[in-house]
């Protein structure tokens, strides 16, 4: 694969991972007219929760930051499934970023610019999006941060 | 109605209910395009919450499931509403599945499961979505689940 | 500006504010297709949160509706940045909103209802919308309220 975008993650060390599996009754991602909607991606590496937890009660801000950038790398990683090739994404539409978060935790934004950061440094200008970011009260497998997309695409 | 997902509904013994009117100041579907934005539709069963409180904090995981359920025939019966004949239905393009939730509560997808296997179930392929299961703090009317849903439709 | 909606906002007495700019990585809007997606919106007036707080913890109703209704103000400030002319709002497909709450509240409609009441007022039957309402853990920087939007847009 010799892509603008695959050029770019090798650039910056990164490597896409095999696509998670659903972890329940439904599939990865659906296309629909030029949208692709991703379904909410948790901070899986392998097959194990990177970080599991919430903000405010014991997970630093750090490691939520760490959370939300993996959650990017699978993002792609479903990108890179659904489409073949990434320099089909002509824009990273939408995200919403939900944090599991103690009631005193106010930093979400914070927390999902890990994720945000990484898919302008990936994408560029493409990768710039409207945003979502809020606190939940939990999250699926005790994962401290998901991210769910919608992407434009071309072909 | 002869239409094939009436029929699949009534070999599921499934009744589709008067589609529920708003609690609020919101209408139940808007269409733009070839697609359909479905309301937030909790487990209302006739004029009542069929099951209130949270999972973890007194809900059972096979009560919420059951409540998952129900939001999946009342977004189907908003569908009916909206389009007349079901089988305008091309793809359930994606679901949120909102899940009230205590904090160690960490089950969300297998409670959305109840929905989303009832959506297969009836629309077959054209069911199934791209999906995100959250934990949240508190649901309206008490409400143990709510799921709002994205559909791409014909005609 | 003299368009029938900044007509309409001058006959509420409403002004529009510059814009929030986001409080971090991302962009308040992006448009696809004939729809623009604005990113979550909090009750900034000015420089700050309007209503910080928890809804069952410190909050009123009427001052979660008075948030609600700060949001749909900053949500059409950005449909105003990104359009240039309000009148191009051809319908305001989607509402998500957000309330932090207390886990035993459960009024989240009415307090959502403080922001769709003034989208109503303003564009009248375009401003009829489909919405989840929810409560959640906790907003970025304590925000009592959070709304995000779909809109359908001309030109």
Redesign the interface.
């Known amino acids: 694969m010799s892509s603008r975008i695959t050029s770019r993650l090798a650039a910056l060390g990164i490597t896409i991972p095999v696509p998670a599996a659903?972890?329940?009754?439904?599939?990865?991602?659906?296309r629909?007219?030029?949208?692709l909607?991703?379904?909410?991606q948790i901070c899986f590496e392998g097959s194990k929760v990177a970080v599991a937890g919430?903000l405010?009660?014991g997970v630093s801000l750090e490691d939520g930051q760490r959370a939300a950038r993996i959650c990017a790398i699978n993002l792609i990683a479903q990108m890179q499934a659904a489409l073949g090739d990434l320099d089909r994404v002509v824009?990273v539409?939408?995200?919403?970023g939900?944090v599991?978060?103690?009631?005193?935790?106010?930093?979400?934004?914070?927390v999902?610019?890990g994720c945000?950061?990484l898919l302008?440094e990936v994408f560029g200008e493409a990768g710039?999006?409207?945003?979502?970011?809020?606190?939940?009260?939990?999250?699926?497998?005790?994962?401290a941060v998901?991210v769910?997309a919608?992407v434009?695409i071309s072909g």
Chains 1, 2, 3 share one sequence.
Do not use: C, M, W
Request: charged share 20%; net charge neutral.
């Open positions: 659903p972890v329940a009754s439904y599939i990865p991602f659906v629909t007219g030029q949208l909607f991703i379904s909410g919430k405010g009660g824009k539409v939408k995200l919403t939900f599991a978060s103690a009631p005193s935790f106010t930093d979400q934004p914070k999902i610019n945000s950061d302008v710039k999006h409207a945003r979502s970011a809020v606190g939940v009260a939990a999250l699926p497998l005790d994962a998901e769910e919608i434009e």
